[in-house]
């Protein structure tokens, strides 16, 4: 786990099934195919600070993107219009992003794509291929969770996906993708199944067999917190199936 604070990470499903709620623990989204498990979250705090910039309408359930298409190039909106002025504000809350806010960094593909080979190769599975359309889909949505933060994953993802939040702007790729890979710990390999109680479905993901190509997006949240995601292509945890074979 990355030091200090509080995480959480998020887990790709297909079946929601009903739980009762626990202190920090968080139900993923029912998503794409055929889990019958939950997943649980992690928490982490890198944030020195629990002041928040302000939302413009005073309310951040409903400040939401603007409507219409977006791509690579489309600035994201920002509560006073400036980017510069939003993050020197909050900087002074004690928020600081080293990115500027634009969530990705130059070296940030090279992290991703490293972490996840390195943890595959230590269980003698084929590297995985960065893909740019795996990426973009993986963007998309951890900007559209910027402005709230909400820990969900996307709704009818044809891929496989993990997603992560920590509070702060400082978790970088490697960290994100080593709290999957801790995981590991929690799953019986003589068993094929994660152990009782525990959530491994990240770590599944990152060194199943059969997926090749993966693609991830970090965005920052206005309130405070990185968002990510990671899609995989093939998608992984497929009920039934054990990741190594």
């Known amino acids: 786990m990355a030091p200090g604070g509080l995480v959480l990470l998020g887990l790709l499903l297909l079946v929601l099934v009903d ?3 626990a202190v ?3 139900i993923a989204a029912a998503l794409f195919h ?6 649980g979250n992690k928490k982490k ?3 020195s600070s629990s002041s928040s910039p302000s939302w413009p309408d005073g309310n951040a359930a409903t400040y939401l993107p603007p409507a219409g298409k977006k791509d690579k190039k489309e600035k994201p909106s920002w509560p006073d219009g400036n980017a510069a002025d939003f993050f020197a504000e909050a900087a002074k809350k004690g928020l600081r992003s080293f990115t500027g806010g634009r969530g990705g960094y130059k070296t940030m593909t090279t992290e991703f794509l490293d972490a996840h080979n390195q943890v595959r190769a230590k269980y003698g599975v084929p590297p ?3 893909s740019k359309k795996l990426a973009r889909y993986a963007r998309r949505w951890s900007d ?3 402005f709230d933060c909400v820990m969900m994953h996307s709704v009818g993802s044809p891929y496989g996906e993990n997603v992560f939040w920590g509070t702060g702007w400082d978790w970088k790729a490697v960290e994100a993708v080593g709290d999957w890979a801790s995981e590991s710990s929690f799953y019986d390999w003589r068993a094929q199944a994660c152990h009782p109680g525990q959530v491994c479905e990240h770590f599944t993901q990152i060194v199943w067999r059969t997926t090749k190509y993966v693609g991830c997006g970090r965005a920052e949240c206005l309130a405070g917190g990185v968002f990510i995601t990671c899609s995989y292509d093939p998608p992984g945890n497929w009920k039934g199936e054990v990741p190594l074979t």
């Open 19 to 21: 739980a009762p709620a």
């Open 24 to 26: 920090h623990i968080d």
């Open 34 to 39: 055929s889990h019958d498990h939950l997943g």
């Open 45 to 47: 705090d890198k944030s």
């Open 128 to 130: 995985l291929r960065w």
């Open 144 to 146: 559209a969770r910027r």
